[in-house]
């Protein structure tokens, strides 16, 4: 098993370009996540999905779409990029239990520059 | 609102020395916490997780961590700190009764372990 893979691994972008990170799992698991890492804030979620066709916001949504077409890929989108993306970017997937966490498993990251 | 705290943002022993890594939460709900590693340029990786029962739980390389309700805190040790320890530590948090699995990370800890 590959895990969760990510799609750059680096990137950089010039101020409103445009690209899409694309993660893929071969876990079988209904949930996934999009996190931005940035130094002395820890991680914060952007969008999650609970299964395939659906999306929910995170914590910091302005500035990223995302999109769940098939069970194993969750892609993050930025429309137009702004330096303020300048980041990491971490996608995650667990597997779903009824009210039992289990363990988020994480992709190498996609460190993306916007100038 | 939950929220997590970690308490200093670098921590540096010598190895051999006890290694203590400080996490405190805010929930208005019974927590789940989680405490992850991040090794340079890698993703995270669990070391270990509290949903229920026993308070103090053991994890992988020789981790271990007690959940103290009355302190709202679910600190991070080890006896005796190796080189291979030195990476950045996140604790999280996420709602007991959640069904997305959605977690809230404290803003890291970066250990130095000094020969």
């Known amino acids: 098993n590959a895990g969760v893979t990510q799609t750059p691994k680096f990137r950089v972008l010039k101020t409103g370009q445009s690209m899409t990170l694309l993660c893929a799992q071969d876990?079988?698991?209904?949930?996934m996540y999009w996190y931005r890492q940035d130094p002395g804030m820890g991680l914060r979620l952007i969008h999650y999905s609970v299964g395939e066709g659906t999306t929910a916001k995170g914590e910091v949504p302005d500035g990223y779409n995302v999109s769940r077409l098939k069970k194993q890929n969750f892609l993050l989108g930025l429309e137009s990029a702004a330096p303020s993306q300048t980041s990491v970017y971490f996608c995650?997937?667990?597997?779903?239990?009824?009210?039992?966490?289990?363990?988020?498993?994480f992709g190498p990251g996609t460190r993306l520059t916007v100038t | 609102a939950q929220s997590v705290t970690q308490l200093g943002s670098h921590v540096s022993v010598s190895e051999g020395a006890l290694v203590l890594l400080r996490c405190n939460y805010s929930s208005s709900v019974p927590p789940y916490l989680f405490w992850y590693v991040q090794y340079p340029n890698q993703g995270l990786q669990l070391l270990l997780k509290?949903?229920?029962?026993?308070?103090l739980v053991k994890g992988i390389n020789g981790f271990e961590a007690e959940f103290k309700k009355s302190e709202t805190s679910f600190h991070l040790t080890k006896p005796s700190a190796h080189m291979s320890d030195a990476a950045e530590y996140f604790c999280a948090v996420t709602l007991g009764s959640s069904n997305t699995g959605k977690l809230i990370f404290g803003q890291g800890t970066t250990l130095q372990v000094k020969p």
């Open positions: 876990m079988n698991h209904e949930y």
């Open positions: 509290y949903t229920t029962g026993a308070t």
């Open positions: 995650a997937s667990m597997t779903s239990g009824s009210g039992i966490p289990y363990e988020q498993y």
